[in-house]
């Protein structure tokens, strides 16, 4: 297998670029499956690698990964590319230094399954270790599950189940959901079939930042401990449940159903999916629980469940706050300035305009006929040169073109924020603290995306103090979990100067503080900083945006510490008063030389006045926390530290 | 001799106060703003009136402690007046050490708690039993004062030619004294150094006046003893300070028409008839003198005064006069006088001013 894989050049780089390139995450707009009625399945190519970042299908859609120009742009390119690759290395046998011809070396070359790429690179795909393969293959279902609900308008009901099966490393791994069920004839492809529908329907771009997908979990699971996926599925009320147990043919990427029947099944339509896989089990950090919690702040419309194996804690159940699902999405085309050079040369190939012009003004946004012509004008083409007829030259002189000429920046409802209230909220519902608030920017742009930065804050009450503060780090609402020192995310909370606002930093590192910062960049294309996509990278743009929003979050909380402080003074007020009650009716008593009847009376009204004078201010005090949390008594609270 | 007025005024204070207490209410005490924002140039009667605006100390969690400390001080200011005693401000200070929790921690708390109540009554604190520490200034040449003994009751007449090259030291209460006089004019003197000098050579002879030491912002007493003095024996009054925004806004301003901070007491504590002799903007140029820059703290004062000092906000030429000198950029001393010959200010630079007194500015 090694050996063959070294012998496929085009094809190894095929697989590592597609790290390289570092496709992003798209926005939840991007729906794996159709609506209600179930899935269908994409034109079914050949059980050839068909990696989503190699179709030319999606390039005018929403969210194009960004090959590097040199990458082979084509499967019918390929043949050239190999037949290229043949000339130097006869050349080199020439030179008696290598002994294998190319004819030998054709003989050997052969497409290699995705399965059997797998099996050598599961790394690549987050399975490097047994506790890290147990958290992705919760992140694939439930991934799925939430986008399966959400592209069928229906409010996510997820249950996540861990049982530990034969032994220490073995855990069975069962997510339902209630989304719209899967039609039985697509059961199979769907999970027994790496890639399956990636190309039209963005598979793994819709959440999944890592995985090929589900599929991927399931065939972990079947080479670590020889078991089949279970899939259970029902698309309505009415309609029968079906129970389908598959394996992947590791060889030809296809799936082999084992089993199929139909059951009673207690849901009226969703999806359950089974997996075995060898694992380990951990708490705390990184831990399936700690992703679910993640996954619900970020998602407060889904209701998640879960049951983790026995002995290792409770049942969680997050229930959402919300009852609206968020807004789709729309989708946008691509603006000029955030286009890579390979990437044009494809979509001007597979453009179904005839001409430069119309290409420009129907691939792209903020194009005008204008523009389009400003832009050709700039790279000495003419705009009615046939599109996909231009020259590579050509092609790059357009590319710096498009970077020259004047642009309105693009369009920005492409980006859907979890908003404000909700990501408050959502903290509110999974953390006991005192103060929560959350800060929203507008859109902002970096190379010609658009995308909006939010922050979250949970402080004080159970969240340990003694301890840097917990940065929770999302990118489309997917939690990322690894890779927190190369994040851009990590980096400006760090960078923020949080001594400003009150709470201890030692140089160069998180806060001290009973501190949760929930940090979400949603954008039409996240960038990651490499291909594992669990950091996103450092844009000046978005770099200034998250500093932007932490800042604002690190003052309210200034106030609310303020406040609180405050608010701890007029507790301790009680035997403050009480220390001056005498002197006051002992000097009225001086003046007015009243008896001691009197000045027991005297007492008695002071301790009642100045009592609710106390309440009074303790009140006025949480009015003004409540206020600093949505922002909105940032003003009045500024006016009362001027006082 | 007690004052029946002022005790009664104390204890309708504290029946106020006592009342609203006794109807589970939060009693609060109104005090009038003491600051340049709250008061008037009336030029008419020439000083700082007192405008409407009032600070309000109502009793709550906040407030407790400061509230029994004007009560404490209300209840020691009607006890000084029943034994006709006084206190020093620092003695108040220190009485209320006897407080305990109520007790000031610093002077000038307790000296903003007492100015608070001579402001809530409208009087003098003199007239509350307080008297200030401070010196009243310092008197010298053609001037006879005529006071009490204190133990017979007999008058006294004291010649203030007769101190040699010492002075008469004003007394904290002026309002009894009597003068005899037949001096030309007052002269007002910012620093003990140039009264020296005067006092040295017997300026006062030469140019038949009465000298007054005011050792900087002249005081309370030293304000009202030149008022009395010009008024009875009406006879000008001209002062002679640096030329820096703190000797025309703070000095000069004081002694003419009062301050913000006893604008309550203002109508006895100023001297609308004085002028401005020197030294001027215009005499740093005249007498080609030694200058030195303008510090930022002086430049602020400037455009604070004529912001906000309703003083020389009236008077065109003191706007003028501020602009000039913030434009030159510097500020030049009295004893800047004394480049020319020590004497040159007694030979040459009184002379030549005085024998204009109508070039003064207001």
Same mark, same amino acid.
């Given at each position: ?9 085009? #094809? ?20 794996? =499956?159709?609506? %209600? ?8 190519? #050949? ?50 230094? =290598? ?6 070396? @054709? ?12 099996? #050598?690179? /599961? ?165 399936? $629980? ?7 702040? +970020?998602?407060?419309?889904? /209701? ?34 955030? !286009? ?26 903020? !194009?005008?006929?204008?523009? %389009? ?22 092609? $790059?002189?357009?590319?710096? %073109? ?44 970096? /190379? ?16 340990? +103090? ?77 770099? =200034? ?46 003046i ?29 005090? $949480?009015?003004?926390? @409540? ?8 003003? %009045? ?7 | 001799m007690p004052d029946r007025t002022m005790v009664q005024a104390i204890r309708k204070a504290a ?16 005090f009038p703003l003491r600051s340049l924002?709250n008061v008037r140039y009336r030029p008419s009667v020439g000083f700082f009136e007192l405008l ?18 004007t009560?404490?001080m209300m209840a020691l200011s009607k006890n000084l007046v029943e034994t006709d005693d006084i206190a020093t401000k620092r003695e108040a200070y220190y009485v209320?050490?006897?407080?305990? &929790? ?5 002077q000038p &708390?307790s000296d903003q708690v007492m100015e608070d109540i001579e402001a809530l009554f409208r009087v003098n604190r003199e007239q509350i039993g307080f008297i200030p520490e401070e010196k009243g200034g310092e008197v010298a040449g053609k001037l006879t004062v005529i006071d009490k003994d204190r133990d017979s009751g007999k008058t006294l007449k004291i010649d203030c030619t007769k101190f040699?090259?010492g002075a008469y030291s004003i007394p904290i209460s002026v309002e009894d004294l009597g003068f005899q006089t037949d001096a030309r004019f007052i002269l007002a003197i910012e620093?003990a150094?140039?009264f020296?000098?005067?006092v040295?050579?017997?300026?006062w002879?030469?140019?038949n006046c009465i000298l007054v030491s005011m050792g900087g912002v002249p005081t309370r007493a030293c304000r009202r003893f030149i008022r009395r003095l010009s008024d009875e024996k009406k006879i000008p009054v001209y002062v002679f300070v ?8 703070n000095i000069y301003r004081t002694l003419k028409v009062g301050s913000g901070n006893a604008a309550h007491v203002n109508e006895f504590f100023c001297v609308p008839k004085a002028t401005f ?34 003083f ?51």
């Amino acid at each position: 297998m090694e050996a063959l894989a070294k012998k496929k050049p085009g #094809k190894i780089e095929q697989l590592s670029l597609m790290g390289d390139a570092a496709p992003p995450v798209p926005p939840v707009a991007s729906r794996r =499956r159709p609506p %209600a009625g179930g899935r269908q399945p994409p034109a079914a190519k #050949k059980g050839e690698l068909q990696l989503p970042v190699m179709g030319p299908v999606e390039l005018s859609g929403t969210k194009p990964p960004a090959p590097p120009p040199e990458l082979p742009a084509a499967p019918e390119a390929e043949a050239e590319s190999r037949a290229e690759a043949r000339a130097p290395r006869a050349g080199r046998n020439a030179d008696g230094r =290598r002994r294998a011809t190319a004819e030998a070396m @054709a003989a050997r070359q052969r497409d290699i399954s995705v399965a059997e790429f797998f099996t #050598k690179n /599961r790394h690549l795909l987050g399975f490097d270790n047994p506790a890290k393969a147990l958290l992705t293959t919760v992140k694939e279902a439930v991934d799925n599950a939430l986008d399966a609900c959400e592209e069928a308008g229906i409010l996510p009901d997820l249950e996540v189940a861990i049982t530990q099966v034969n032994g220490d490393d073995r855990y069975r791994v069962t997510v339902r959901d209630n989304g719209p069920g899967i039609v039985k004839a697509q059961i199979a492809r769907i999970f027994g079939k790496l890639l399956y529908g990636s190309k039209f329907h963005s598979f793994k771009q819709a959440r999944g930042q890592q995985g090929i997908g589900i599929s991927a979990a399931g065939m972990y699971g079947q080479l670590t401990t020889g078991r089949p996926m279970t899939i259970i599925s029902r698309t309505g009320k009415g309609k029968p449940a079906f129970r389908v147990t598959l394996r992947i043919d590791t060889q030809k990427n296809q799936p082999e159903t084992l089993s199929d029947e139909q059951i009673d099944w207690e849901f009226d339509h969703g999806t359950q999916v089974e997996i075995e896989l060898a694992a380990v089990y951990r708490r705390g950090s990184r831990s399936v $629980e700690e992703y679910l919690q993640q996954v619900a702040i +970020a998602n407060p419309h889904a /209701r998640i469940v879960y049951r983790p194996p026995a002995g290792q804690g409770e049942a969680a159940i997050y229930e959402r706050v919300t009852e609206e699902l968020p807004p789709e999405a729309k989708e946008m085309k691509p603006h000029p300035y955030g !286009v890579e050079l390979g990437m044009l040369l494809k979509m001007l190939l597979s453009t179904k305009s005839r001409t430069v012009r119309a290409a420009l003004v129907q691939d792209f946004s903020r !194009v005008s006929p204008r523009v %389009a012509e400003e832009i050709c004008a700039v790279a000495g083409i003419k705009p009615e040169a046939r599109a996909n007829r231009l020259a590579p030259e050509e092609v $790059e002189a357009l590319h710096k %073109a498009m970077q020259q000429v004047k642009l309105l920046a693009p369009p920005t409802a492409c980006v859907v924020p979890i908003g404000e209230e909700l990501l408050r909220r959502g903290l509110e519902s999974r953390f006991r603290g005192e103060f929560f608030t959350s800060a929203t920017r507008p859109p902002a742009v970096y /190379r010609g995306n658009p995308f909006v930065v939010e922050v979250g804050l949970a402080y004080g009450g159970d969240i340990p +103090a003694e301890e840097p503060c917990e940065v929770m780090r999302f990118a489309n609402r997917v939690p990322l979990q690894y890779q927190k020192g190369a994040c851009a995310i990590t980096e400006a909370v760090t960078d923020v100067a949080w001594r400003n606002y009150g709470l201890p930093q030692p140089r160069g590192s998180l806060p001290i503080a009973p501190m949760v910062l929930a940090v979400h960049v949603a954008s039409v294309w996240v960038p990651f900083t490499s291909e594992s996509k669990e950091a996103i990278a450092h844009y000046p743009e978005i770099l =200034r945006e998250l500093k932007l929003a932490l800042q604002e979050c690190g003052r309210r909380v200034a106030l609310f510490l303020s406040a609180r402080r405050r608010a701890i003074d007029a507790g301790k007020k009680r035997a403050y008063i009480q220390k001056y009650i005498p002197h006051i009716s002992g000097a009225l008593r001086e003046i007015l030389g009243y008896g001691e009847a009197k000045e027991r009376e005297t007492v008695e009204c002071l301790e009642y006045v100045l009592e609710r004078s106390r309440l009074e201010g303790l009140k006025a005090v $949480e009015d003004e926390i @409540a206020s600093t949390e949505t922002g909105d008594g940032e003003a %009045a609270g500024e006016e009362a530290s001027d006082a | 001799m007690p004052d029946r007025t002022m005790v009664q005024a104390i204890r309708k204070a504290a029946q106020g106060v006592h009342d609203k207490i006794l109807a589970r209410r939060k009693p609060n005490l109104k005090f009038p703003l003491r600051s340049l924002q709250n008061v008037r140039y009336r030029p008419s009667v020439g000083f700082f009136e007192l405008l409407g605006r009032m600070k309000e100390r109502t009793l709550t969690v906040g407030t407790v402690k400061t509230f029994a400390q004007t009560l404490r001080m209300m209840a020691l200011s009607k006890n000084l007046v029943e034994t006709d005693d006084i206190a020093t401000k620092r003695e108040a200070y220190y009485v209320s050490k006897n407080w305990g &929790e109520a007790r000031f921690d610093e002077q000038p &708390e307790s000296d903003q708690v007492m100015e608070d109540i001579e402001a809530l009554f409208r009087v003098n604190r003199e007239q509350i039993g307080f008297i200030p520490e401070e010196k009243g200034g310092e008197v010298a040449g053609k001037l006879t004062v005529i006071d009490k003994d204190r133990d017979s009751g007999k008058t006294l007449k004291i010649d203030c030619t007769k101190f040699g090259s010492g002075a008469y030291s004003i007394p904290i209460s002026v309002e009894d004294l009597g003068f005899q006089t037949d001096a030309r004019f007052i002269l007002a003197i910012e620093t003990a150094g140039m009264f020296q000098r005067l006092v040295k050579h017997n300026y006062w002879k030469q140019a038949n006046c009465i000298l007054v030491s005011m050792g900087g912002v002249p005081t309370r007493a030293c304000r009202r003893f030149i008022r009395r003095l010009s008024d009875e024996k009406k006879i000008p009054v001209y002062v002679f300070v640096d030329c820096d925004p703190y000797g025309i806004a703070n000095i000069y301003r004081t002694l003419k028409v009062g301050s913000g901070n006893a604008a309550h007491v203002n109508e006895f504590f100023c001297v609308p008839k004085a002028t401005f002799l020197g030294i001027t903007p215009q005499d740093i140029l005249d007498y080609k003198l030694p200058t030195h820059p303008l510090k930022d703290v002086d430049i602020k004062r400037a455009a604070d005064a004529v912001k906000n000092d309703p003083f020389i906000q009236h008077h065109k030429a003191w706007q003028d006069a501020f602009s000039k000198l913030v434009k030159m950029g510097v500020r030049a001393e009295q004893q800047a006088l004394a480049k020319h010959g020590l004497n040159y200010v007694i030979d040459e630079y009184l002379p030549q001013k005085l024998a204009h007194p109508e070039r003064f500015l207001p």
